[in-house]
């Protein structure tokens, strides 16, 4: 409720629609992924490898003449979706494939020329609730990106002969079945006369494909499907089986898929599918290997960010694990989803072919494919979306995000994230201990008196083993709030000291344990002349014993943010500055008698100087201090689990930038 309020009040000409899909089938689309977190639920095998073939079985041929050209597609853009799928509403799930339509059919029927007669249309208009773009990684490396490879004979095209002319408009997998006919992709991807093509290869004719062309029988498809903003978008996914080919099926050819539930928002995934010809002048299989899942806000979807998918990866399965032996894995997604699986933005906007979306594989899901193998169309009902994740929000939010402090105030033995923001309103984020956020509290509604507090930070000043908030206002006066998790903000708190000219002075504050060996107890001040003190033993009402690190100098004016934490594994803390010209250095050892070691984790960069927040708190499960959060000038936050004294962790996105 406070979150939604922040959003109104921060940004109400901004929608908040941040979730849009680019439909990734047959219009042209995206992919997304992130970054870093542990998987939620039981965890997902990193994927091998892909890209190892079987020998060619004797499948059926026919005398349909090789031609030596494959046509390019002069299709104009019209959009951006991942998809050119005929079935773009709600309805009963049944295909209408063409009884007589054979293999023979199919491989005289579909010419090197009408494989490669790309077109790429689109429906989507609009953005869904929720949505932001990703940006290039703070960390300073580049977004991730997929690569083209030769592909793997359980994953293949799509061709369909409905609505004119079209080359290969989704990817399929074949997936365990009973009658070994069985082929999983998006529900916008039905097609009449539809063939799959395992494995394959645009240098080769119909009749040349070394699996073979498999026309489908039927399609499965659930009732309440619909490929638009609402939440039946979240069912975009379909069966389909597959006529003999030579008097064998299709799995017995090319081997089958096991499918699992996806076990949550946040898994390590390989995406496999075949972008279009008009976005894929190789016309090969294309991959985003190992990228991280996120969820979709206001969906029960996934998102992955990675260059190159684009339209016709709709439909192609999203592998938790992989084996290499029998070309074959565990899926636990299909790109499709919202807007048929991808951001509503145009051809030539980058997220076009970054973003990318599955539905999530639960109840429904292998209600339909339990449905699929007995050959059923059974109306299971009326889509009831489940519960959706906690969600921070979005970047046009988090712009506002003025001061940050972590710590345990709510005594978890984790700590938990206090975000005070520019209209005086201050916010508890609780942590599940794992590295997210699961709900927030309002400590403060907005006001004038929160407006004034210039630097914050968080310790055990009083010893209850639930941490504190200190305050240094505007005017000097500094306040210490003891118990925050439990006793809130809407009290007076202990003055460690009134107004006064000195303390306006105290350009950043840091709570560690330089000195102490039991509790955050230790207080550093930047000065805004360059000194550096630190006061060790303070408690409720006493700065305790001052320390001089650094006299006034030039260099210190520059040091931009601090935090400490455990980043060197040892018992005592550290402290890390970020440099105003986007250096980052963690000083290794620091006490009351020196200022520690400098380690450099990176040098000056461009992206590190638009940081204007930072903390550093205990999220994750090897319970140190070591997890840097840090809040970007466009509202992008973004947590590092597990930093250590010379790199900064795994990246991990809380908030995507506005």
């Known amino acids: 409720m406070h979150l939604l309020t922040r959003r109104i009040r921060f940004t109400a000409a901004a929608t908040l629609c941040s979730a849009l899909l680019l439909g990734h089938a047959a219009t042209a689309q995206a992919a997304t992924p992130a970054p870093t977190p542990t998987p939620t639920g039981s965890a997902a095998a990193k994927p091998a490898p892909i890209g190892k073939t079987a020998p060619t079985p004797q499948l059926s041929t026919s005398s349909t003449p090789s031609l030596s050209a494959k046509g390019k597609s002069k299709a104009k853009d019209t959009g951006n979706g991942n998809s050119t799928s005929t079935g773009t509403g709600t309805g009963t799930g049944k295909g209408t494939a063409n009884a007589d339509w054979t293999v023979q059919d199919a491989m005289r029927f579909w010419t090197p020329e009408r494989m490669a007669s790309a077109t790429d249309p689109s429906g989507r208009v609009g953005q869904p609730k929720g949505w932001t773009a990703p940006r290039k990684k703070r960390s300073g490396a580049a977004a991730v990106d997929g690569d083209h490879f030769k592909g793997i004979k359980s994953v293949g095209t799509l061709f369909h002969t409905d609505k004119g002319m079209k080359a290969h408009s989704c990817t399929?997998?074949?997936?365990?079945?009973?009658?070994?006919?069985?082929?999983?992709?998006?529900?916008?991807?039905?097609?009449?006369?539809?063939?799959?093509?395992?494995?394959?290869?645009?240098?080769?004719?119909?009749?040349?494909?070394?699996?073979?062309?498999?026309?489908?029988?039927?399609?499965f498809r659930d009732s309440q499907y619909a490929a638009d903003r609402s939440a039946n978008s979240d069912l975009d996914f379909a069966f389909a089986s597959l006529k003999e080919n030579g008097g064998r099926n299709v799995q017995d050819v090319v081997g089958a898929n096991t499918l699992a539930r996806t076990p949550g928002f946040v898994n390590q995934v390989t995406v496999v599918g075949y972008p279009m010809v008009g976005h894929n002048p190789q016309d090969r299989a294309f991959r985003c290997a190992n990228v991280w899942t996120t969820p979709l806000p206001a969906y029960n979807q996934m998102q992955i960010d990675c260059g190159g998918m684009w339209g016709g990866v709709s439909g192609g399965p999203w592998f938790s694990r992989f084996d290499p032996s029998g070309d074959t894995g565990e899926i636990i997604g299909n790109v499709g989803g919202f807007?048929?699986?991808?951001?509503?933005?145009?051809?030539?906007?980058?997220?076009?072919?970054?973003?990318?979306?599955?539905?999530?594989?639960?109840d429904r899901f292998f209600q339909d494919y339990d449905d699929a193998q007995q050959g059923l169309h059974t109306d299971h009902g009326s889509y009831h979306q489940p519960s959706l994740p906690y969600s921070m929000g979005s970047g046009s939010t988090w712009e506002h995000a003025k001061l940050m402090a972590a710590g345990d105030f709510n005594g978890a033995g984790h700590s938990d994230l206090i975000v005070v923001w520019t209209d005086g309103e201050v916010t508890l984020y609780t942590s599940d201990g794992n590295g997210h956020f699961i709900t927030e509290r309002q400590l403060v509604a907005a006001n004038s008196t929160w407006t004034h507090a210039e630097t914050i930070t968080a310790g055990d000043f009083t010893g209850s083993n639930q941490f504190d908030l200190m305050v240094r206002w505007s005017d000097g006066e500094v306040t210490l709030y003891g118990d925050v998790g439990t006793k809130g903000l809407n009290w007076a708190g202990t003055r460690m000291i009134g107004q006064n000219s000195t303390w306006q002075h105290a350009a950043q504050i840091a709570a560690g344990?330089?000195?102490?060996?039991?509790?955050?107890?230790?207080?550093?001040?930047?000065?805004?002349?360059?000194?550096?003190?630190?006061?060790?033993?303070?408690?409720?009402?006493?700065?305790?014993?001052?320390?001089?690190?650094?006299d006034h100098n030039d260099t210190w004016t520059h040091a931009n943010l601090l935090t400490s934490g455990e980043f060197s594994g040892n018992q005592k803390w550290d402290l890390m500055v970020q440099w105003s010209d986007g250096e980052l250095d963690n000083y290794v050892g620091t006490t009351a008698s020196a200022l520690g070691t400098e380690s450099r984790i990176q040098d000056h960069n461009e992206l590190w100087i638009?940081?204007?927040?930072?903390?550093?708190?205990?999220?994750?499960?090897?319970?140190?201090?070591?997890?840097?959060?840090?809040?970007?000038?466009?509202?992008?936050?973004?947590?590092?689990?597990?930093?250590?004294?010379?790199?900064?962790?795994?990246?991990?996105?809380?908030?995507?930038?506005?």
């Open 172 to 219: 399929a997998s074949v997936v365990q079945s009973g009658g070994h006919n069985l082929i999983l992709t998006a529900g916008h991807c039905l097609g009449d006369n539809a063939a799959f093509v395992p494995m394959y290869d645009s240098a080769k004719t119909a009749s040349e494909q070394q699996f073979g062309v498999w026309p489908v029988k039927e399609w």
């Open 339 to 362: 807007l048929r699986g991808g951001p509503d933005v145009k051809p030539d906007n980058p997220l076009y072919n970054r973003i990318t979306y599955s539905p999530m594989h639960g």
């Open 513 to 550: 344990r330089f000195n102490s060996s039991n509790y955050v107890t230790d207080l550093m001040v930047r000065w805004s002349d360059g000194e550096l003190t630190l006061y060790t033993n303070v408690s409720a009402g006493s700065f305790g014993q001052e320390h001089r690190l650094k």
């Open 610 to 658: 638009h940081n204007t927040v930072m903390a550093t708190g205990n999220f994750t499960a090897n319970h140190r201090t070591d997890d840097l959060v840090v809040r970007g000038s466009d509202g992008e936050t973004t947590m590092y689990v597990d930093t250590g004294e010379d790199h900064l962790g795994t990246e991990q996105n809380l908030v995507p930038r506005a």
